[in-house]
């Protein structure tokens, strides 16, 4: 069985070994000169060795915690949610792309009303386009590029 | 009178009408979101970062220690009305502060806490202002080797100190140094990590980090513990002003907690987390009555709230006076100061006296502000604590999206926050510290700098770390600190306090 402290240990190892690796292709100088790989390969070999030592300590204690339940849903649903806002905000304006993010974001939790979600989206959307574009000046498109001008 | 002329310049910062301006939106703005159930300080900053931007530094800090105030306010009330505390340091005045509430005196119990709260931030400002110079003329013979050591020694304590699985914290720590390296090597001008992608050459930015960790993985978290601020008993909010009585028991709590505040704020990793718990285990052993606590205690809200805001204001000593921030919070106007070209340190009461001596002020003033505006619109915080999650979390994650944007006009740093998000919760979901990850992320490259700097002085030797007695200052209080902390009694009770 998997416990938390070996995805633990192991993830540290991983991305110390990550590190490591492309770090090593950097000049790596001496103490008196450091150059852009030192710093990146000790901290990475630091790592790995905290790594190391978590997975130690686990194999001594004889026993771990139990891995968490990944709630994948709401992983993948705010994450998308997040992308969509992205890839929507040049195209399609800020209210378009506030609208899309909080249906989905809405599909994360529990209890459906289409509706409501609809109508807080617009608000916030249209809120945001008052606060953050109108007052406060930041530079991002409004409406769809279609409706430039409007 | 050296020190009255600097107050006096502090207030005239302070003072002017924008300034009261930004402090009073940081403050509301703070207090607003920190009331939120499951966003403390760290999140609420991070997402209102980007807002300050735009504003000149003076107000741009001013009006982020007001948010950091008002969120460290906000827990406090949601932790006396309804038993929610909004993040760690108010986890404290709730075992009281609710059971006062419970009794019929949930507004002696906000009352209560706001004056001390009050009398705390002013006297931790006159701390502050009576420390800051002494301190950074200490500062004034710190070499590369000595900063180096400060800040290893500081990311230790602050780390360990704050959570029990020690090891993990130093790793998240290490971790946040190796990602703070993505990006272009200032010294050579080489890219490290970037694989190509030009949008990476200035690295990831930290409030993209900070949204992403305790913003966006935690809202999944969150999700996941679906009771959230559901069917919460609200108490009624009764007579809001105390009784001469009631003010004469809190003072001495208040007095203690605030002392005992002002020495643990100062300390890395201490913070005001810290300095409430430590407050109440004071009042709770010289109480004639010990048995009270827990079942309604005033000393039990006076005294730890006093206590946290004190730490809060004096965390921000080693900041403004040594440039090494104690907790992630000050991490974050680390952060915030180097957007706006100031390098924290003991130079900026030089350079920038306004701005220090302003800020210093406004500390005051911001205090002033949140017992101003907190008592009477109590009613209204209370209001947005039945706003369901469900429709929060929409919210927050959307102004975490426009921030991210705003801060290069960009949507690759919208990219970012999502891939992130993923890392962060995966952080979030396995229990490991997020805070320590921030921390190395932002003194990374503080860290290498000085490091780089100390060993080209010594052509490359390693004994210029410990050759000056400053630097072997630091490392003796970390090994005194780590050995405390390993002492098996000292774990036994940290294990405690984590439940």
């Known amino acids: ?70 709630n994948w849903r709401a992983l993948f649903l705010v994450t998308l949610s997040i992308l969509a806002f992205a890839v929507l905000l040049k195209p399609a304006g800020l209210v378009v792309s506030s609208v899309v993010l909080i249906l989905i974001a809405d599909f994360a939790s529990e209890g459906r009303n289409f509706r409501r979600t609809l109508l807080s989206g617009l608000l916030l959307g249209l809120a945001s386009a008052g606060i953050f574009v109108k007052a406060i000046g930041l530079q991002m498109p409004l409406w769809p590029s279609f409706m430039a001008g409007f | 009178m050296d020190l009255l002329q600097n107050i006096a310049l502090g207030l005239g910062v302070a003072l002017t009408l924008n300034n009261l301006l930004y402090a009073f939106v940081g403050c509301l703005l703070g207090t607003l ?28 800090l001013i009006m982020l220690a007001g948010i950091y105030y008002g ?22 005045t709730a075992l009281d502060g609710y059971q006062l509430a419970r009794q019929g005196k949930a507004g002696l119990a906000l009352a209560s806490a706001a004056i001390s709260s009050f009398f705390a931030g002013t006297i931790a400002t006159v701390f502050i202002t009576v420390m800051a110079k002494p301190l950074a003329q200490v500062a004034f013979q710190f070499g590369p080797a000595e900063y180096f050591a400060m800040m290893v020694v500081g990311l230790l304590l602050a780390t360990v100190l704050s959570n029990a699985r020690m090891i993990e914290s130093v790793a998240m720590v290490v971790l946040g140094i190796l990602l703070s390296c ?20 200035d690295g990831f930015d930290f409030v993209v980090m900070a949204m992403a960790v305790f913003g966006f993985a935690e809202i999944i978290k969150n999700l996941s513990e679906q009771d959230q ?49 430590a407050s109440y285990a004071a009042e709770k052993k010289i109480a004639k009555d010990p048995s009270q606590f827990g079942k309604g205690a005033l000393a039990g809200v006076a005294g730890p709230e006093a206590a946290n805001n004190a730490a809060s204001q004096t965390s921000f000593i080693p900041l403004l006076t040594l440039g090494m921030p104690s907790n992630a919070v000050m991490a974050l106007m680390v952060g915030a100061m180097m957007i706006h070209d100031i ?41 947005l604590l039945t706003v369901p999650y469900k429709l929060l979390y929409p919210a927050i994650m959307l102004l975490c999206c426009i ?3 705003s801060l290069k006009n960009d949507v690759f740093e919208v990219y970012l926050a999502a891939i992130m998000c993923v890392v962060g919760y995966g952080i979030v979901a396995l229990n490991l510290p997020a805070a320590p990850l921030l921390m190395g992320f932002i003194l990374g490259p503080m860290l290498e700098e000085n490091l780089r700097r100390a060993l080209l002085i010594s052509r490359g030797d390693f004994s210029v770390l410990f ?6 200052g630091f490392y003796a209080v970390a090994l005194v600190a780590l050995v405390a902390m390993l002492a098996p009694s000292v774990q036994k009770k940290r294990v405690l306090l984590e439940e």
Request: proline content about 7%; some cysteine; overall charge positive.
């Open chain 1, 1 to 70: 069985m998997l416990h938390r402290e070996m995805v633990v240990g192991a993830g540290c190892m991983l991305v110390a070994g990550f590190f490591l690796l492309y770090g090593l292709q950097l000049p790596f100088g001496t103490a008196g000169r450091m150059g852009p790989g030192f710093l990146p390969v000790v901290t990475a070999g630091i790592l790995g060795l905290l790594g190391a030592a978590i997975l130690v300590q686990y194999v001594i204690a004889g026993g771990g915690q139990a891995l968490p339940r990944v």
């Open chain 2, 33 to 60: 979101i920190g009331v939120l159930p499951g966003l403390g300080p760290l999140a609420t900053i991070s997402m209102l970062l980007p807002l300050t931007y735009a504003l000149p530094p003076e107000a741009a």
């Open chain 2, 71 to 92: 969120a460290q306010y906000g827990g406090s009330t949601t932790a006396i009305i309804v038993n929610l505390p909004g993040e760690s340091s108010a986890v404290v």
């Open chain 2, 182 to 201: 993505v990006g272009t090597d200032i010294t050579s001008g080489d890219e490290r990590f970037t694989f190509g992608v030009t949008k990476l050459f």
């Open chain 2, 229 to 277: 601020g559901a069917n919460l008993g609200t108490a009624k909010i009764t007579r809001l002003m105390p009784r001469w009585a009631d003010i004469k028991s809190i003072i001495w709590p208040a007095t203690r907690g605030t002392a005992i505040g002002s020495v643990l704020g100062v300390l890395p990793g201490g913070g005001a987390a810290l300095g409430s718990f």
């Open chain 2, 343 to 383: 390098t924290p340190g003991p130079r900026v009461m030089e350079t920038n006296p306004s701005l220090f001596w302003g800020l210093i002020a406004s500390m005051w003033v911001g205090n002033l502000m949140l017992v101003i505006l907190n008592l009477p619109l109590v009613g209204l915080w209370v209001k």
């Open chain 2, 403 to 405: 921030g991210a944007y």
């Open chain 2, 467 to 472: 050759s000056s007695w400053i630097s072997l």
